[in-house]
């Protein structure tokens, strides 16, 4: 598989460049930790490596250093396509470097090759009461691909952990090319007809998630290729990330987790902002009873925001630009749907929600991010059940989180285990 192959000719070179580091660096420190960290979620930490992806502040995630219009811009596109090839993103996430069209054509063909669905998936997730929530079956579904598990297999064997990494591409192809077929299945089996979807071997990634969604319009096709592409990944620190790289860490194979990391995105926290966000911009749509005036939106927030809620889909705790992703999704509605009232509400809340924030004064980062508009696309696609829509989350986040896997197996990244300190501890630092 030319995904083995790539890596394989960057592996001596990597682990080189890793043990010189540690070697001749190690002891130098990267950053410091405050009490207020530590009690705070560790948030801004310097504690974890990926070379996936980096969230810039100032312009956004970057992809292999790259951003997300010259990611877009340069990835090989089906013929009359938007949008890229995800085959062609999961190319650049494992490998660095951008695909050719034919090899980007390689790693959509292992999907395909490998999309079909074990019976005993389905049977689980058919077997599953009827108000299971959509992410509990998407979890469910991913345990129950792991007894095919080859690093599993090869780990029993005493497979050294220098190889472990071919196994672990091996897994990494074998569950996300059934990702898509998963959640669209989860889709019909809660919401539609119950029916088994079909993969189409001569279709691409995103043009096949479209189809077994059973959605007729073409360009659900480039907005499915823009999605997964734009929540592929968002660093290590993310709690999905997070999560996999942790369980990953005691060499848990990448069923078990993937489908850990899936259960943190399925937190409230983590994986429903996008959901929230849409629900307040129906919210506006209500109350005004179609599109308000900008007059009305600016009421209509400072109200919001002195009841002492929030505005949802604003701010970013990295970032102090607009979300590129946010740019990138409102673009593609601005182009293809810009009379949908509901898209016409986030646009006014583009042009209102920054200022009303600047005035307020206490974010730091006014502007929206990806989850300020991305509900409202799959809404108007005619996906409008709210509960499915992390799993979708999920299905893109699989491309980013699985080549993380890889590379810390390739590497020999060793098992996570950071100090804990009581809060006496704590206090005693304090007074020092």
Request: hydrophobic share 40%.
């Amino acid at each position: 598989m030319i995904l083995h192959n790539k890596i394989d000719s960057q592996l001596e070179s990597w682990r080189t460049r890793v043990t010189k580091l540690l070697k001749e660096s190690g002891d130098k420190v990267a950053g410091e930790v405050t009490i207020s960290q530590v009690y705070g979620g560790m948030r801004s930490v310097k504690a974890l490596v990926t070379d996936i992806s980096f969230v810039d502040p100032t312009v956004g995630i970057r992809y292999r250093g790259h951003t997300l219009p010259v990611v877009l811009e340069k990835l090989p596109k089906p013929k009359g396509a938007e949008m890229p090839y995800v085959g062609g993103l999961y190319y650049l996430l494992m490998v660095g470097e951008f695909p050719t069209e034919e090899e980007a054509l390689e790693v959509e063909a292992e999907w395909a090759k490998n999309s079909t669905v074990p019976d005993h998936v389905f049977k689980i997730l058919r077997g599953m009461p009827k108000d299971t929530h959509p992410m509990a079956l998407f979890s469910q579904a991913i345990l129950g691909l792991q007894v095919d598990s080859e690093f599993a297999k090869r780990y029993a064997e005493g497979m050294g952990k220098k190889a472990l990494w071919r196994p672990a591409l091996d897994d990494a192809i074998y569950m996300t090319s059934k990702l898509g077929v998963i959640a669209a299945f989860i889709y019909r089996l809660k919401y539609g007809d119950k029916g088994e979807p079909f993969y189409d071997h001569d279709a691409d990634y995103g043009a096949n998630f479209a189809r077994m969604m059973g959605i007729k319009d073409k360009k659900y096709e480039d907005m499915a290729r823009l999605y997964f592409i734009l929540h592929a990944d968002h660093e290590s620190g993310n709690v999905s990330a997070h999560t996999m790289h942790l369980v990953g860490s005691s060499l848990a194979d990448i069923f078990y987790a993937f489908s850990a990391a899936m259960n943190g995105l399925a937190g409230p926290l983590h994986g429903l902002a996008n959901q929230n966000c849409l629900a307040f911009v129906m919210g506006i749509h209500e109350e005004f009873n179609g599109v308000p005036t900008k007059e009305q939106l600016a009421e209509y927030a400072w109200e919001t925001l002195n009841s002492g809620r929030v505005i949802p889909g604003y701010g970013h705790a990295v970032l102090r630009v607009p979300d590129p992703r946010y740019t990138e999704q409102f673009n593609f509605g601005k182009k293809h749907f810009a009379d949908d009232e509901l898209f016409q509400i986030v646009e006014m809340m583009d042009e209102v929600i920054p200022a009303v924030l600047k005035e307020q004064g206490k974010a730091k980062n006014p502007w929206p991010n990806v989850d300020a508009v991305s509900g409202s696309l799959q809404y108007h696609y005619g996906i409008k059940e709210f509960d499915f829509y992390t799993v979708l989350f999920g299905v893109g986040r699989a491309l980013g989180v699985t080549a993380n896997y890889v590379w810390a197996r390739a590497l020999g990244q060793p098992l996570e285990r950071p100090k804990s300190l009581t809060t006496a501890m704590l206090e005693d630092i304090a007074a020092k």
